[in-house]
């Protein structure tokens, strides 16, 4: 059965930094990428950024919102991919989920993981 | 700032068919926007239903089946259940970046 499943939510002070993970299981991570989604309390979903896998250079993508703070990373050996987050602010609370893109699309969902950012 | 933009709600009767929308800012959603469809319920995690602007996955149910319409992605259902009633979002490729929609909340009623 294909799994992914996010860790590392919690609660965080503003400016501090957290970092989630997400451990795939019944298929291969390498043979995708990973983005990261989130959905604020109440709100819809936003895509926050992915990182292709080891053919495409394991480069990186982030949306306007995140980027220079969010840096995503994997390692295939472990089947587990990484979202750090640094500077986090209020406006990062939301559920985070991770997922399994393969040649421009979503496939999987994680069950999600929730970090609050509050003093 | 690129917008996605679809129904915020609509309601369907038992039965019936209804029509959601995704239009991008940009102008006319071709299939290389590779048009998303999720599905998300109260209190669980989204699923894809449609990728690639209308392909199914194992899990998704004949009654949905995606296209394009008039310049947008569409996703329509035929034959709406009880068990339909949730939030759909698109989600929509440009080049690096991907953008979801704002979402619609599907009434069965």
């Known amino acids: 059965e294909v799994q992914l499943v996010e860790s590392g939510g919690g609660v965080v002070q503003p400016g501090r930094s957290l970092r989630l993970s997400c451990t795939a299981s019944g298929f291969t991570l390498g043979d995708y990428a990973v983005a990261w989604v989130r959905q604020a309390p109440g709100k819809g979903l936003e895509w926050v950024g992915f990182?292709?896998?080891?053919?495409?250079?394991?480069?990186?993508e982030y949306a306007a919102s995140v980027k220079g703070r969010f840096t995503i990373s994997r390692d295939d050996s472990k089947n587990i991919a990484y979202l750090q987050m640094d500077s986090l602010e209020t406006e990062d609370t939301a559920v985070y989920y991770c997922?399994?893109?393969?040649?421009?699309?979503?496939?999987?969902w994680g069950q999600g993981t929730l970090v609050t950012v509050s003093s | 700032q690129t917008v996605v933009t679809q129904e915020p709600s609509l309601t369907v009767s038992p039965g019936g068919t209804v029509t959601l929308t995704c239009a991008s800012s940009?102008?006319?959603?071709?299939?290389?926007?590779?048009p998303n469809w999720f599905q998300q319920k109260p209190g669980q995690a989204p699923r894809t239903l449609i990728y690639s602007t209308s392909n199914k996955h194992s899990w998704t149910p004949a009654r949905f089946s995606g296209s394009l319409l008039g310049g947008k992605a569409a996703l329509t259902l035929s034959g709406a259940q009880p068990e339909d009633e949730a939030e759909y979002y698109c989600l929509l490729y440009y080049g690096g970046p991907q953008v979801f929609g704002g979402g619609t909340k599907l009434t069965v009623l």
């Open positions: 940009t102008g006319a959603v071709t299939s290389g926007y590779y």
């Open positions: 990182i292709r896998n080891k053919p495409y250079g394991e480069t990186t």
């Open positions: 997922t399994g893109r393969q040649n421009f699309n979503i496939h999987y």
